[in-house]
């Protein structure tokens, strides 16, 4: 799609790093190069103010990618967009039946009101729920890991959504300060919200989350 729209050597492409590696292959599979922007803390997603100081000369587009259900707020790219003259594109997320999206509402509010000691998602404009993102709070990666597996440990299947941001892998390594895509590397968790979940899993959810909640405090 880059190739079609005339995106090619020489060019660059403003890109997330927090979320899959495919994006920035794409870029470089048309022989520009990508150009990591950080993400807005609440939603995961492409924080507009970061992409327009990302933008030089070069620039030839931005490709905006919608998280976990989540959506990005493709109305100011686009306005970036018609201001310098970029492309701007999206990647969505897979659509589940409306049912399945309901139920997955359902268990995500019941999480959302019972949960403590983590940072529930911020819902937003029709967060249809892909994954259950909360933040853990504590020293930020080392404690993450730690909830993570005492979580699975009372039989909670949970993941880290991000484990690496591209920016830091070997072939995409860069400099670029980004300290929120950072910091939700870190502090991330995707908790299960799956339309299968009986009530009694989800109560084990939450039971274990806020046993083990309140034991972990930020270092001063």
């Given at each position: ?29 048309a ?8 993400i ?22 931005i ?15 686009h ?62 990666r ?79």
């Amino acid at each position: 799609m880059l190739r079609a729209a005339g995106v090619g050597a020489g060019d660059e492409v403003v890109v997330p790093a927090f979320g899959n590696v495919e994006v920035a292959e794409a870029v470089t599979q048309a022989g520009a190069l990508p150009v990591f922007a950080d993400i807005e803390p609440a939603g995961y997603c492409l924080d507009a103010s970061a992409v327009e100081a990302a933008i030089t000369p070069r620039t030839a587009g931005i490709v905006v990618v919608h998280r976990f259900g989540r959506r990005a707020d493709i109305a100011r790219m686009h306005v970036l967009g018609q201001r310098h003259g970029l492309l701007v594109l999206e990647q969505g997320e897979s659509e589940a039946p409306y049912d399945e999206m309901a139920q997955r509402r359902e268990r995500a509010a019941y999480l959302d009101a019972k949960l403590k000691g983590v940072r529930t998602p911020d819902g937003g404009s029709g967060h249809t729920y892909q994954q259950y993102v909360v933040r853990v709070p504590g020293n930020g990666r080392p404690d993450r890991d730690a909830f993570a597996r005492a979580l699975r440990a009372k039989g909670v299947e949970c993941r880290v959504p991000v484990k690496t941001p591209v920016h830091r892998l070997p072939e995409f390594r860069s400099r670029v300060a980004l300290p929120e895509t950072e910091r939700a590397a870190d502090e991330t968790l995707a908790l299960p919200v799956d339309a299968s979940l009986t009530k009694r899993e989800m109560q084990r959810t939450v039971s274990a989350c806020n046993a083990l909640g309140g034991l972990l405090q930020p270092a001063f």
